[in-house]
Every structure is written in C-alpha cells, then in structure tokens.
C-alpha cells in the first residue's frame, strides 16, 4: 500500500494487514475479530573491539532471536490501536556487545520483546511474548523479521520485529 503495510482478501477474511513499521491499525468496516501475531526485533551480534584482543572482524556471539505472541481479539468495539514495531539490535563496528532488539506490540493487547544482543559467544538469550494465548520465547518463523545477527565477520545486525492482523467479519 505504499506505507509499510500490506494487505489482501481472501474468503471468510476481511483483509490481512503486514506493519513492517510502527503505526496504527484501524478496524475495517464489518470487522469484529482479529488475529495478531507480534515478533520483536533480534538483538545484534557482537563485533569486534578495536585495537583489543581481537580484531574488529573477529566473530564474537550471536544475537538473540525476538519472541512472538499470538492473540483472537474481539475488536467489536475498538476503533484503532496503536502497532509498535521493535527495531533491530545493532551491531555497531569496534563496540563490546550488540544492541538488543526491541519490542513490538498491538496496543496493550499483546507484545513481544527483543532478542538480548549478542556477547562473548554463543547465543543471546531470546525476547519472550506476552499477552496474547500463544507466547513464544525466541523466533520460530524464520530469519526474515525478529531474528537475531549472525555470528559472522563484521557487522551482523538483528532484524527488526513485525506485527500481522488477520481482520474477520
């Protein structure tokens, strides 16, 4: 749709709406339930520290995946709600550890919080959902939005959490 946001029909379904970037979701005409899935954003990778004991392209530990949360909202009544969408952690080159990821949510009705950012090694501890009937700790829906950054030579950001609304009639 040219502002972040995708959506599309299919039958039984008033529309689907993807927020790659915060905003605000507004109920369709018909619409009284959703369902919303939230993934917070993935904690940067550590990067090397300049001059140190390792070299800047170094591989130091990964980021944390971002958690997800599911949620059926009746939204019979509700007009809009705020959609938040958690950055990605960063991994700034010749720091000491990654960024963490942020959190994305659908108002106060469910959210999710970031991937910590990577340290010394292995994997940052992962963000966790809440509200919503299904919390999941960590990213289990692939590397395109919430994941944490890789271990890898040189900068390996986190990538930024989503928030997708089913609406139903």
């Known amino acids: 749709d040219g502002d972040g946001t995708m959506t599309w029909a299919a039958p039984g379904i008033i529309s689907v709406q993807d927020f790659t970037s915060s905003g605000t979701w507004s109920r369709p005409s018909g619409c009284t339930k959703v369902l919303v899935h939230v993934v917070g954003g993935g904690g940067g990778a550590r990067h090397g520290v300049s001059g140190g004991a390792k070299e800047s392209d170094d591989i130091y530990g990964q980021g944390g995946d971002g958690g997800s949360a599911e949620e059926v909202i009746d939204v019979s009544s509700t007009a809009s709600v705020t959609v938040t969408i958690g950055a990605a952690g960063t991994s700034p080159e010749h720091t000491n550890a990654g960024g963490a990821g942020g959190t994305s949510s659908f108002g106060s ?42 271990a890898l030579a040189g900068s390996a950001p986190g990538k930024a959490g989503y928030v997708y609304v089913v609406n139903y009639g």
């Open 109 to 150: 009705f469910c959210s999710a919080t970031g991937g910590a950012g990577g340290g010394d090694s292995g994997q940052a501890s992962s963000g966790s959902g809440s509200g919503g009937q299904i919390n999941r700790s960590g990213n289990t829906y692939g590397p395109s939005f919430g994941a944490g950054g890789l």
